[in-house]
Nanobody
Framework: QVQLVESGGGLVQAGGSLRLSCAAS????????MGWFRQAPGKEREFVAS????????IYASSVRGRFTISRDNAKNMVYLQMNSLKPEDTAVYYC?????????????????WGQGTQVTVSG
């Protein structure tokens, strides 16, 4: 099991940037793919980005590709989401999640550990 704590959310103007961090604890962190998901008010939680166990492979939702970058530091048990060119439609609670396996995944059911979320609000 992996315990996850997100940080870095806040209020930013459209066009601005934020960097989310996810601190992980647990011995299996470096063997698992990690992901970021988000849930906007009144909407279902959706996939944002995923990174494989080594950091060598990443995948993104089409809505954020080219603007967001996921990365990880296995030595520090950290995962990051750099968000640039933010838009009001990026407003949501962002969740960090640990996958059941080492490969990237966009499907929520393939993740079994979740953080509590961090709020990102983009004013337009």
């Amino acid at each position: 099991q992996v315990q996850l704590v997100e940080s870095g959310g806040g209020l930013v103007q459209a066009g601005g940037s934020l960097r989310l961090s996810c601190a992980a604890s647990g011995r299996t962190f470096s063997t698992k793919a990690m992901g970021w998901f988000r849930q906007a008010p009144g909407k279902e939680r959706e996939f944002v980005a995923s990174i494989n166990w080594s950091g060598g492979t990443t995948i993104y939702a089409s809505s954020v590709r080219g603007r967001f970058t996921i990365s990880r530091d296995n030595a520090k048990n950290m995962v990051y989401l750099q968000m640039n060119s933010l838009k009001p439609e990026d407003t949501a609670v962002y969740y960090c999640a640990a996958s059941k396996g080492p490969g990237t995944a966009a499907t929520q059911s393939l993740y079994d550990d979740w953080g509590q979320g961090t709020q990102v609000t983009v004013s337009g």
